[in-house]
């Protein structure tokens, strides 16, 4: 069995690895979300894939619409999901605020913190990298703001870059939308933010909020979008079209090296699965050498 990562070719293994959730959307009670949905169910689907693959990241982030209503006893209900997930895997848990949140609620349930109006952020230091959690809410709308005391708190804080630079997670994704009717709730004035990272350390964005998932640059600043684990938008249909399905949730795994950051977008879905890789494959391949390895796996056979 192979007990440290091997480099097989030109890259070190990643620094950092975050596991990235977006839109979970519990509800008290757990009834069906728009009568269609099993929302609680569908999160311990996803909860247990990320945990079948063996990952023990640096941080799970979940990037917003944590709930649907903003109900404290759905808080509570995804606390109770997550929270012993995270421990087993040894992470501490980001929560970010979306745009079916309650700041008061959210901040008294999951935060223990007073239950006030005051923005979601936070920072955290995941040994060098930093972790910046924005809200991007806008208390009784759907679309997406980021007021200017949060900006300047932003600027201040990336002021002092980060040994591994710095990822920034929010809810609304700063990035046009085929589907004409999102960009209504896209996040609003997004020059603003643009302006205040540009030549910064900021090397990522998270979101969520378009349950299907996507990717995009924003003012130079690469971005990824998770799909939701409670449902997605069929894709597969004319824009105009486009509405929800139980089928096609992921959840992406984050790996950050020191010259790239890669968003890996992970199936929640039961298939068959071959079984050609394994661990004693891969520590067969570690005792190769180079030219070895070279000759028995890249060489073509007919």
Not at 20 to 25: A, E, K, L, M, N
Not at 127 to 143: C, E, F, K, Y
Request: aromatic share 6%.
């Amino acid at each position: 069995m192979v007990t440290a990562p091997v480099q097989f070719g030109q890259h070190p293994p990643a620094r950092r690895t975050l596991l990235h959730i977006s839109d979970t959307h519990l509800l008290a009670g757990n009834p069906p979300l728009g009568g269609r949905y099993d929302t609680a169910a569908n999160l311990r689907r996803a909860l247990a894939a990320a945990e079948a693959t063996g990952i023990h990241p640096d941080a799970v982030v979940f990037t917003g619409d944590l709930t649907d209503l903003g109900e404290p006893e759905a808080y509570r209900a995804l606390r109770a999901e997550v929270e012993p997930f995270a421990e087993r895997l040894g992470a501490p848990v980001v929560w970010v605020a979306g745009n079916h949140d309650e700041r008061p609620a959210l901040r008294r349930e999951l935060l223990d913190v007073p239950p006030t109006e005051q923005p979601v952020t936070g920072v955290w230091d995941l040994g060098g990298l930093r972790l910046i959690a924005l809200d991007s809410t806008v208390p009784g709308w759907h679309h997406g703001d980021l007021d200017t005391a949060q900006l300047e708190w932003l600027r201040e804080v990336l002021a002092t870059p980060a040994p591994l630079g710095t990822i920034l997670a929010m809810h609304h994704p700063p990035l046009p939308s085929h589907i004409p009717f999102f960009d209504i709730l896209e996040l609003r004035d997004q020059g603003r933010l643009a302006e205040v990272i540009a030549g910064t350390d900021v090397r990522a964005i998270l979101a969520g909020h378009l349950h299907h998932s996507t990717s995009g640059t924003f003012a130079g600043v690469p971005v990824s979008v998770a799909a939701a684990t409670c449902y997605t938008m069929n894709l597969a249909r004319p824009a105009d079209e486009v509405n929800g399905m139980d089928a096609g949730q992921s959840f992406h795994l984050v790996h950050v090296y020191d010259e790239t950051i890669t968003h890996a977008v992970v199936p929640v879905v039961e298939a068959s699965t071959a079984e050609f890789f394994s661990p004693e494959w891969v520590a067969h391949m570690a005792r190769l050498t180079p030219e070895q390895r070279l000759e028995e796996f890249s060489r073509k056979r007919r």
